[in-house]
C-alpha cells in the first residue's frame, strides 16, 4: 500500500507538470484526488490493514493528500500567471501614440477683472459683501434717497417683477444691506461684486452688465480718503503711472456726489482718438454717503462719514483689454474668448 501511495504521488506529480490548462488541471484533480480518485480507492482498502499498519499507512495517505493539494494549488497560481502574460502580450496597445488633447478653458475676462479688483480691495483692507440680485424696491430704490416719484428714477429703469420687486439697477442696495447687518459697528469697509440689470442695449451698454459697489464708514472719513482708494486701485489695476480726475456730479444717495476718470492708458493724458481727445475715460460714480442713506441703515450722520462708489467691471474690462464692444463679453464667441 505504500508503494501505491508513492506511485500515485510520483505520477500526479508527473501529470501536473505536464498540464498546461485549468481545464486539465482540474481533470488531474479529479482522477487523483476526486471522490472516486486513486487516492481514495487506496484509502478504502485501509480496512483490509493490520492494526499496526493501519496508523502508519493512514499518516502516509495524509501526507501524501497534502502535499498533492499544495502541489495543485501552486499550479493552478503558475497557469494562471501564465495565461494572463499571454492575455497582456496579446494586446497591442501603442503606448507611444499621441494622447487626446482637451480643449483647456480659461477664465471669462470680465471673471478676471473681478478677481483681480477683489485682490486690490482685500489688498487696502476690504470685505466682500453679497446681496440678492431680485431686490425690493425699498433697497433698490427708496433706502438710497430715491422715493417713488423722484426724477433720478428715470436713469436706471428697469425688470420689474412686481410693483415692489426688482432686478437691481446697481449694486448700491447693498450699502443699505451691509449696514443693516453690521450697524452700529464702525469701520465700514466692504466691497460688492455682482450681477445688475438696467433697460439698455447697444455696443456700450448691455441690459445685464457687472458693478463693484465700495462702501467705507467711520469716524471722520473724507472725501480725501475716496480719492486715496481710488487711486491705489486705479494704479494696481491699471499701472502706476495712471492718475485719477474727479469730477462733481449727482446721485441722490451720495452729497456731494463725483464722478470718477482714469487718464488714458494710449495718450497718457494728453488726449487721443480712444479718450474722445479728453485724456480721460469714465470708470466710475462716486461720493460721501447721504446722511439719509445712513440714516436708513441705522448709523448716525452726526457720529459717522462715509464714502460710496459704483464702479462698471465691463467698463474696466474694455479699458484694461482694450475692447470697443461690450456686446463681445456675452457673445460666448471662442475667438474672442481664448485670447484671456
Ligand atoms: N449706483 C450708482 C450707479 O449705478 C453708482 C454709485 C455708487 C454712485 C455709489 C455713488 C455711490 O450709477
Same mark, same amino acid.
Given at each position: 500500500m505504500k508503494e501505491q501511495l508513492e506511485k500515485i504521488k510520483l505520477e500526479a506529480k508527473c501529470s501536473l507538470e505536464k498540464a498546461t490548462s485549468l481545464e486539465e488541471i482540474n481533470e488531474l484533480k479529479v482522477r487523483? +484526488?476526486?471522490?472516486?480518485?486513486e487516492l481514495t480507492q487506496v484509502l478504502r482498502g485501509?480496512?483490509? +490493514?493490520s492494526p499496526e499498519e493501519r496508523p502508519l499507512i493512514g499518516q502516509l495517505a495524509n501526507e501524501v493528500r497534502d502535499e498533492l493539494n499544495s502541489l495543485f494549488q501552486e499550479r493552478v497560481a503558475a497557469i494562471k500567471k501564465i495565461e494572463q502574460e499571454q492575455k497582456l502580450q496579446a494586446e497591442t496597445i501603442d503606448i507611444t501614440l499621441p494622447g487626446k488633447t482637451f480643449a483647456r478653458g480659461s477664465n471669462h475676462p470680465l471673471t478676471l477683472v473681478i478677481e483681480e479688483a477683489k485682490q486690490i480691495f482685500i489688498g487696502l483692507g476690504f470685505e466682500i459683501a453679497e446681496g440678492p440680485e431680485i431686490e425690493t424696491d425699498y433697497y433698490n430704490f427708496e433706502a438710497l434717497n430715491l422715493p417713488k416719484d423722484h426724477p433720478a428714477r428715470d436713469m436706471q429703469d428697469t425688470f420689474y417683477i412686481s410693483p415692489d420687486i426688482v432686478l437691481r439697477t446697481h449694486t448700491s442696495p447693498v450699502q443699505v444691506r451691509t449696514m443693516e447687518r453690521l450697524?452700529?459697528?464702525?469701520?465700514v469697509k466692504i466691497i460688492c461684486p455682482g450681477k445688475v440689470y438696467r433697460k439698455d442695449d447697444d455696443a456700450t451698454h448691455s441690459p445685464m452688465f457687472h458693478q463693484i459697489e465700495g462702501l467705507v464708514i467711520d469716524k471722520g472719513i473724507r472725501m480725501s480718503d475716496l480719492k486715496g482708494i481710488l487711486l491705489a486701485f486705479v494704479q494696481q489695476m491699471f499701472g502706476p503711472d495712471r492718475r485719477i480726475r474727479i469730477r462733481p456730479s449727482y446721485f441722490p444717495f451720495t452729497e456731494p456726489s463725483a464722478e470718477v476718470d482714469v487718464s488714458c492708458g494710449i495718450c497718457g493724458g494728453s488726449g487721443c482718438k480712444s479718450c474722445g481727445n479728453t485724456g480721460w475715460l469714465e470708470i466710475l460714480g462716486s461720493g460721501m454717503v447721504h446722511p439719509n442713506v445712513l440714516r436708513y441703515g441705522g448709523y448716525d450722520p452726526t457720529q459717522v462719514t462715509g464714502f460710496a462708489f459704483g464702479m462698471g467691471v465691463e467698463r474696466i474690462a474694455m479699458l484694461k483689454y482694450g475692447?470697443?464692444?461690450?456686446r463681445l463679453f456675452f457673445e460666448n464667441d471662442i475667438r474672442f474668448l481664448q485670447q484671456f
Open positions: 487523483f +484526488l476526486g471522490k472516486k480518485g485501509m480496512g483490509q +490493514l450697524k452700529p459697528a464702525v469701520p475692447i470697443n464692444d461690450m
